[in-house]
């Protein structure tokens, strides 16, 4: 039994309590109301979203070289990932790219990241990519006979 079993249960179960009252919060309600280090639910609960990806101190391994895409892949588990959640994962995924992509400060688009083969690669071309990989994704969606 893995020893986090009872801990990421009841991350299910708060998470299975949490959403029908998320939903059901007035907007006004999210969007004003302030706990103690003056955030609202919405970015209480985006907090809890970066919690979940981004470690301290902020480092990003290339995903793209040296095979580790795939390993991302399979460290994960998506192959077994019950398939409502994984679709549900990539829409807000993908949304929050687009929404967080719309407002980068056009000043920082040549802002340059190495990869791990040493390549520069600008945050305006990071983004673009990211468009360019989801066209890929759906050719073979789209060519799936179902």
């Known amino acids: ?18 959403e029908p009252k998320l939903l059901a919060l007035p907007e006004d309600v999210i969007s004003t109301r302030f706990n103690s280090q003056h955030r609202t639910i919405k970015m209480i609960l985006g907090h809890l979203c970066d919690s979940t990806s981004v470690p301290s101190p902020l480092h990003f391994p290339d995903y793209a070289n040296l095979g580790n895409n795939d390993r991302w892949i399979a460290l994960q588990d998506y192959q077994h990932e ?3 959640d994984l679709v549900s994962l990539f829409k807000s995924t993908t949304i929050h790219f687009a929404y967080v992509a719309d407002r980068v400060d056009e000043i920082k688009l040549g ?17 673009r990519d990211y468009g360019r990989h989801l066209g890929e994704s759906e050719e073979l969606i789209n060519n799936c006979d179902c």
């Open 111 to 127: 802002n340059v990241w190495l990869n791990a083969l040493a390549e520069p690669i600008t945050l305006e071309e990071m983004i």
């Open 82 to 84: 019950p398939w409502q």
């Open 1 to 18: 039994m893995n020893p986090f079993s009872a801990h990421t249960a009841e991350i299910r179960r708060l998470v299975s309590l949490w």
